[in-house]
C-alpha cells in the first residue's frame, strides 16, 4: 500500500509497520503512550518519536492524512475521547487503521500471550465506537488464526493456519483491522477542556543556595 506524501502517524506498537512506509511519505512519526513508554526511532537517523497521552495529541487540527493505531485502542483510558482527538487531527478524507485483539478470539483469552491484557473488541463494538465519534467503518479484514503456542512443531504449521483460518474459523481471529474514514457531514461539538493530566518537571527548580558571610 503505497502513500505517496502522506502525513504518517503510528501509534501504539506500530514501528516495524513505519518502517515499511517511511521511505514513500512525506513525514511520518512514531507516537508511544506513556503507559508504554517510548524507543527511538528510526535507528540511526534523527528521531521521530513522541511520548504522548492519547487524548492530547501535540498536533494541529487536520494536519495528519493517515493514522495507524496498532495495539493501542484496547489500552487508552477513553476510547472515545482518544477517537475524537484522532478526528480531529486528520485532514478531510483522512484514514485511520486500527488493530485491536478480537474478543472471540483465543489470543485475547490467554494471559502469556501479547494480547492477554487490555479490553479487545468485537468487530460489532469496534464499528458502533468508530460511527459514535463520526468514522465511517470501511475495509475489515482478520489476522493471527494459528493457536497461541511456543512449541516449533506448532509454529512451523502457522501459515497453513492462516490460510485455513481465514476459510473456517474468520470470527475467531487474533486481531482485527479496521480501516475507517473521517466524516465531515456532521461536525463534533467543540467543548473546552482542561486537560485532565498534571505535568510533574523531572528537575523543579530550588534556586541557588546562598552563604551568610560572617
Known amino acids: 500500500m503505497p502513500l505517496p506524501q502522506e502525513r504518517l502517524v503510528g501509534i501504539g506498537y506500530s514501528v516495524p509497520f ?3 512506509f517511511q521511505a514513500d511519505t512525506e513525514r511520518t512519526f512514531a507516537f508511544m503512550p506513556a503507559g508504554q513508554g517510548a524507543v527511538n526511532w528510526p535507528v540511526g537517523s534523527l528521531s521521530s518519536t513522541a511520548l504522548i497521552f492519547d487524548e492530547e495529541l501535540p498536533l494541529p487540527d487536520s494536519s495528519i492524512d493517515r493514522v495507524l493505531m496498532v495495539h493501542s485502542l484496547e489500552f487508552a483510558e477513553s476510547p472515545r475521547e482518544t477517537l475524537k482527538e ?3 487531527v486528520l485532514a478531510p478524507g483522512g484514514r485511520l487503521v486500527i488493530v485491536v485483539p478480537n474478543r472471540r478470539g483465543v489470543w485475547a483469552r490467554m494471559e502469556h500471550t501479547p494480547f492477554g491484557s487490555g479490553r479487545p473488541y468485537s468487530r460489532g463494538q ?3 465506537l468508530l460511527r459514535e465519534t463520526n468514522f465511517t467503518p470501511g475495509a475489515t479484514a482478520e489476522a493471527l488464526f494459528f493457536p497461541p503456542s511456543k512449541l516449533r512443531a506448532v509454529l512451523r504449521l502457522r501459515r497453513g493456519f492462516e490460510r485455513i483460518g481465514r476459510t473456517l474459523w474468520p470470527a475467531f481471529s487474533g486481531v482485527i483491522i479496521v480501516e475507517a ?3 465531515l457531514y456532521q461536525g463534533l461539538p467543540v467543548a473546552v477542556r482542561a486537560s485532565r493530566r498534571v505535568f510533574v518537571p523531572v528537575l523543579a527548580p530550588h534556586g ?5 558571610s560572617r
Request: hydrophobic fraction near 30%; glycine fraction near 0%.
Open 18 to 20: 513505519l518502517d515499511r
Open 86 to 88: 484522532l478526528w480531529r
Open 126 to 128: 469496534l464499528t458502533h
Open 181 to 183: 474514514q473521517k466524516r
Open 208 to 212: 541557588v543556595p546562598t552563604t551568610r
